[in-house]
Nanobody, 125 residues
Framework: QVQLVESGGGLVQAGGSLRLSCAAS????????MGWFCQAPGKEREFVAA????????YYGDPVKGRHTISRDNAKKTVYLQMNSLKPEDTAVYYC??????????????????WGQGTQVTVSS
């Protein structure tokens, strides 16, 4: 089992920044990739970004390319999502997820094996 705990959400004005953190514990050696997803009320969970633990390869959803940056600290077993130039449409619950399968379909929530409890991000206009 892998446990994931997110932190860093909050209320920010449009144009502002937030950094989300996701601390992993447990069988982290089995994790190939970490991802961030967001879910707004009434909408499906949407891919934000992902990073591989070993090589640090990164992937981004189109809405956040050029604005957000995903990174990792292997020693701390923590993944970060630096969110810049935030927009009201970024308002959502943000979830951290862990993938053990190294699936090609990294943007699909169904391939991830473990999930955190989520952290709320609210961007005011």
């Amino acid at each position: 089992q892998v446990q994931l705990v997110e932190s860093g959400g909050g209320l920010v004005q449009a144009g502002g920044s937030l950094r989300l953190s996701c601390a992993a514990s447990g069988r982290t050696f089995s994790v190939y990739r970490m991802g961030w997803f967001c879910q707004a009320p009434g909408k499906e969970r949407e891919f934000v970004a992902a990073i591989s633990w070993s090589g640090g390869m990164t992937y981004y959803g189109d809405p956040v390319k050029g604005r957000h940056t995903i990174s990792r600290d292997n020693a701390k077993k923590t993944v970060y999502l630096q969110m810049n130039s935030l927009k009201p449409e970024d308002t959502a619950v943000y979830y951290c997820a862990a993938d053990e399968s190294a699936s090609y379909y990294f943007a699909r929530s169904s391939v991830y094996d473990y999930w955190g409890q989520g952290t709320q991000v609210t961007v005011s206009s």
